[in-house]
């Protein structure tokens, strides 16, 4: 969904897997790992908010009129450079997670990749959708295959050209 104002509260189990007891035991933590990626995605502005008059110099200016590099520092933690205004105290934003955070959320990602649970409903799944795509292809050959031959001899194209030499010698 490209919609990012649609939210996925609950993970429905529904076609051949919804009685699945493997299924069950694997969508919770489905879920749980939706919910880490959702931690640490970047949220796009809406696109009625942004600027559109600002060109991609702008953004890259040393001093506009709203904002002065010579006011910000820069300082390394845990491998990680953060901007701090020049004046103030160098202490780690609240709204990124600590460096132990994400790697206790990296080890429980991990985690639930590698649970055998949801390797074999991910397998499983990934097989479905296989077979539906193929089911797909069958049924509608005509419009995916690309131009017949009867279509390539009535609708020519750029590439299909006379070639014309324009090589000249002087």
């Not at 939706?34 to 600002?54: F, I, S, T």
């Not at 089911?135 to 006379?162: C, F, K, P, W």
Request: proline share 6%; hydrophobic share 40%; net charge negative.
């Amino acid at each position: 969904v490209l919609d990012n104002r649609i939210r996925f509260p609950c993970t429905v189990i529904s076609g051949p897997h919804k009685d699945d007891p493997i299924a069950r035991v694997a969508a919770p933590k489905i879920a749980r790992a939706l919910a880490l990626r959702e931690k640490y995605m970047w949220k796009a502005p809406n696109p009625w908010e942004l600027d559109r008059e600002k060109s991609v110099e702008d953004d890259f200016a040393k001093k506009t009129a709203t904002f002065n590099e010579d006011d910000w520092v820069y300082d390394g933690s845990e491998a990680v450079i953060l901007p701090f205004p020049r004046l103030s105290a160098h202490s780690w934003p609240k709204e990124l997670p600590t460096i132990e955070q994400f790697e206790k959320d990296f080890r429980e990602l991990k985690s639930i990749c590698d649970s055998a649970d949801v390797k074999d409903f991910a397998r499983r799944r990934l097989e479905l959708l296989d077979h539906k795509f193929m089911l797909h292809l069958a049924l509608n050959h005509a419009n995916e295959a690309g131009m017949t031959e009867n279509q390539a001899s009535t609708n020519r194209d750029i590439y299909q050209a006379v070639k014309v030499d324009t090589h000249i010698h002087m």
